[in-house]
């Protein structure tokens, strides 16, 4: 005689591990693309941080460029209040098609300025949250502000002091 038993209580568990089974690889999946999602932004902000820095390498190695001549580093790149800067009009007319272009200040001067308005010490973030509200059109990294601070400290312009765990910056007493 055959049985008539079925098997149901079997197959409902085989139905219920693959229903969970799918519901696990379905909440991986998830997880993974949102951690992949994150990561691709992270990697997006790090190419702009490289980006904005490959820029101020350009303009460092041109200003480099354009000062090799000069014999006395001393002087590099600012000139002295006495020497005279010609006008467009003088240098042959102007730049770009005809219209002259007001040179923006270096980033290097901005934080100068700000360094120059306090005989405190400040830290990087601090200049760099006070340039940002000056200066709206300029948004530099922190890595770019600390970079550029740390270029000023090696010409001799400021210098660097250690509180703590917190690297401050003043302006070096002018030379008389």
Do not use: C, W
Request: aromatic residues 4%; glycine residues 4%.
């Amino acid at each position: 005689m055959r049985s008539n038993i079925r098997f149901e209580g079997v197959n409902g568990v085989n139905r219920q591990s693959s229903a969970a089974l799918r519901s696990r690889y379905f909440d991986q999946a998830a997880s993974d693309l949102e951690e992949n999602r994150r990561l691709q932004r992270t990697l997006a902000e790090k190419i702009k941080v490289l980006e904005q820095e490959e820029v101020l390498l350009v303009d460092i190695l041109s200003l480099a460029e354009k000062y090799e001549a000069f014999s006395d580093p001393s002087r590099l790149p600012e000139q002295t209040q006495d020497e005279h800067t010609p006008a467009p009009e003088e240098t042959g007319g102007a730049r770009a098609g005809g219209r002259a272009q007001p040179r923006q200040p270096l980033l290097g001067e901005l934080l100068s300025e700000l360094l120059s308005r306090s005989d405190e010490p400040r830290p990087a973030k601090e200049l760099r949250e006070e340039l940002m509200r000056e200066h709206p059109d300029r948004t530099p990294t922190p890595q770019v502000v600390r970079n550029t601070l740390e270029a000023l400290v090696a010409k001799g312009r400021i210098r660097r002091h250690k509180e703590q765990r917190s690297v401050m910056y003043t302006l070096t007493e002018p030379a008389r």
